[in-house]
């Protein structure tokens, strides 16, 4: 059966924890290596799973730079190496992405960014990226985000990025193997409401999807992790886990590899 392997470069929630960068993860297929967000902190430790121009192609979920600030570094590094600027290879991201994430304000920085990177606007729908047939929806967050489900040969993973409630949530997440669900709050009725799920929320939402596997992410550093873990436990009753950087999952009846 295929192969797909998810890498957790950081899963920290907002920003980075001591243990984790903000929220990276690398995909893996044919060779082919897709990173989903770019957080704080996340170049580093994405380093110690490929090398530093390794990657094939970037998916931004939205524009808070608990997801995306750590392109513009990458920038840097594909600009400057001894052996000479690097390629330029796709980035997709909502409308903005090249000036949110220029490594400086200065001018032309914007345009020297778009020769390392080739700028794609997302937008929902379905497309392909390497092996990967991607399909791409809004999700409920106060900026235009964007919610993930992927699909190779056999296998399919969804990634909610940040989201409340969403009924596209379902849509995206509906029968994968693995759903990387954001559970950013716990129970409390001051929570805002269509900015975070809680994590009984992210139970629900995998328990009304038949998602196979629920790896719980986007863990603010200052929850605790284990009550996180029984809150989605009271409303999902399948395998179920909490995201660590550097964790490594086969997508599918493999399971984990650590």
């Known amino acids: 059966m295929a192969a797909m392997r998810l890498t957790v470069i950081g899963c920290a929630g907002s920003f980075p924890g001591p243990d984790s960068p903000a929220s990276s993860y690398l995909l893996e297929a044919e060779g082919f290596r897709l990173v989903f967000d770019l957080g704080n902190g996340a170049l580093g430790a994405l380093q110690r799973h490929t090398d530093?121009?390794?990657?094939?192609?970037?998916?931004?979920?939205?524009?808070?730079?608990?997801?995306?600030?750590d392109l513009g570094a990458?920038?840097?590094?594909?600009?400057y190496p001894p052996e000479g600027p690097q390629p330029r290879i796709p980035v997709y991201g909502?409308?903005?992405?090249?000036?949110?994430?220029?490594?400086?304000?200065?001018p032309g920085f914007v345009e020297l960014s778009r020769d390392r990177?080739?700028?794609?606007?997302?937008?929902?729908?379905?497309?392909?990226?390497?092996?990967?047939?991607?399909?791409?929806?809004?999700?409920n967050h106060p900026v235009e985000t964007f919610g993930f489900r992927v699909e190779y040969r056999d296998r399919r993973l969804a990634y909610s990025a940040d989201t409340g409630e969403s009924d596209a949530l379902i849509r995206l997440a509906r029968g994968v193997d693995l759903f990387l669900c954001e559970a950013s709050f716990l129970d409390d009725p001051n929570n805002k409401p269509?900015?975070?799920?809680?994590?009984?929320?992210?139970g629900e939402y995998a328990t009304r999807?038949?998602?196979?596997?629920?790896?719980?992410?986007?863990?603010?550093?200052?929850?605790d992790k284990e009550l996180t873990l029984a809150q989605a436990t009271e409303t999902y009753a399948g395998p179920?886990?909490?995201?660590?950087?550097?964790?490594?999952l086969h997508p599918g009846p493999i399971g984990p590899d650590l």
């Open 52 to 69: 530093l121009f390794g990657v094939d192609a970037i998916c931004l979920s939205h524009l808070h730079a608990d997801h995306c600030i």
């Open 74 to 79: 990458y920038w840097v590094a594909r600009q």
């Open 94 to 106: 909502p409308p903005g992405t090249a000036e949110r994430v220029s490594p400086s304000n200065g």
């Open 117 to 139: 990177f080739d700028f794609r606007d997302l937008t929902p729908g379905t497309f392909e990226i390497g092996p990967f047939r991607v399909t791409t929806d809004h999700m």
């Open 194 to 202: 269509d900015v975070h799920l809680t994590a009984r929320q992210a």
């Open 209 to 223: 999807a038949g998602a196979g596997q629920v790896m719980l992410t986007h863990l603010v550093p200052w929850n």
């Open 240 to 248: 179920l886990s909490l995201a660590a950087s550097g964790l490594v």
